[in-house]
């Protein structure tokens, strides 16, 4: 939404796999961020990327990582050393003065 | 970025104003209240912003205290289509700094 792209929407992978979610913007913004909600939870903040080849943990970083190679893209694996990766995965960015724009979310389960 | 704090759930009539209140008693002189709204199961949505003014916009109305340690959000007229999950976050602006969101207040409208 909003130049934001998330894909897929809905994954699903077997317990001890890691499997990475996509996040794409078209809207030339510095500040990616990656979001994980749980059912009837707010929004934990698991990484953020200020700028291309940087980026810092969030308040739940363990068992996940990230790569910010381009300033299109910040991809979010998650590994099988997190305990409990079922839940829906939010992307969103900001362009430092304006607001932050949200993707649409990816849902991972884990089987 | 300061902590808020807000009300668990609310709920309002149709056709009546909601008043969603938010304390952000923590703030820093160049923290900008911004609301976001989530609607289930998607990414969350811009709501409005402001610093020390009141702001009104084709949304909703941002009423911040003279001192700023709390804000009201005001949908004036709030529909069915209103329900939803309301975050108040504090952050500064024109840095790609970090974004929190807290648990936020779920507003029921009803009829």
């Known amino acids: 939404d909003g130049g934001i792209t998330q894909s897929p929407k809905y994954l699903f992978r077997k317990e001890g796999q890691n499997v990475t979610l996509s996040c794409e913007q078209n809207l030339n913004h510095d500040a990616m961020y990656w979001y994980r909600q749980d059912p009837g939870q707010g929004l934990r903040l698991i990484y953020y990327s200020q700028i291309v080849n940087d980026f810092q943990k969030g308040d739940i970083a363990e068992g996940y990582s990230v790569s910010r190679e381009k300033k299109e893209s910040f991809p979010l694996t998650v590994t099988s050393a997190q305990k409990n990766p079922t839940a829906f995965y939010l992307c969103?960015?900001?362009?430092?003065?304006?607001?932050?724009?949200f993707g649409q979310g990816t849902r991972l389960t884990v089987v | 970025d300061a902590k808020t704090t807000q009300p668990t759930s609310m709920d309002c009539a149709e056709g009546r104003a909601a008043n969603l209140p938010c304390n952000h008693s923590?703030?820093?002189?160049?923290?900008?209240v911004y609301w976001y709204r989530q609607i289930h199961s998607q990414g969350p949505q811009y709501i409005i912003h402001g610093l020390k003014n009141n702001e009104t916009n084709e949304m909703a109305s941002l009423i911040i205290t003279e001192d700023r340690k709390s804000s009201t959000l005001i949908l004036p007229h709030a529909t069915l289509r209103d329900t939803a999950v309301y975050y108040c976050?504090?952050?500064?602006?024109?840095?790609?700094?970090?974004?929190?969101f807290g648990t936020g207040t779920r507003l029921q409208v009803t009829l």
């Open positions: 923590t703030i820093s002189g160049n923290e900008y």
């Open positions: 976050i504090v952050r500064v602006t024109g840095t790609a700094s970090k974004l929190t």
């Open positions: 969103a960015t900001s362009g430092g003065i304006t607001e932050a724009f």
